[in-house]
């Protein structure tokens, strides 16, 4: 079992940067790959970026793709989202999560999420 805890959330406006950190917590993470997800107001939750166990296969979403970048430390457990030009579109809370395969997420581990919020 693993716990994800996130972090790096924030206000920022349109055109700007932030970037997410996911601390996971277990000898294990290594072996998991590991996926961000997002949730806006009203929307269902979505696929943003996910990334291979090793780090060597990324994937991405269509509406994040050329702009965010999903990257990992497994010598620290942790897995980053950096999100530049960002959009007021791109408003919502996002989810860390962790699973056997880069192909089966989302999976069972979730964090509790961090909000970020773009202004026009």
């Known amino acids: 079992q693993v716990q994800l805890v996130e972090s790096g959330g924030g206000l920022v406006q349109a055109g700007g940067s932030l970037r997410l950190s996911c601390a996971a917590s277990g000898r294990t993470f290594s072996s998991y790959a590991m996926g961000w997800f997002r949730q806006a107001p009203g929307k269902e939750r979505e696929f943003a970026a996910a990334i291979s166990s090793s780090g060597g296969s990324t994937r991405y979403a269509d509406s994040v793709k050329g702009r965010f970048t999903i990257s990992r430390d497994n010598a620290k457990n942790t897995v980053y989202l950096q999100m530049n030009s960002l959009k007021p579109e791109d408003t919502a809370v996002y989810y860390c999560?962790?699973?056997?395969?880069?192909?089966?997420?989302?999976?069972?581990?979730w964090g509790q999420g961090t909000q970020v919020t773009v202004s026009s």
């Open positions: 999560n962790a699973g056997p395969g880069i192909g089966v997420l989302p999976w069972a581990y």
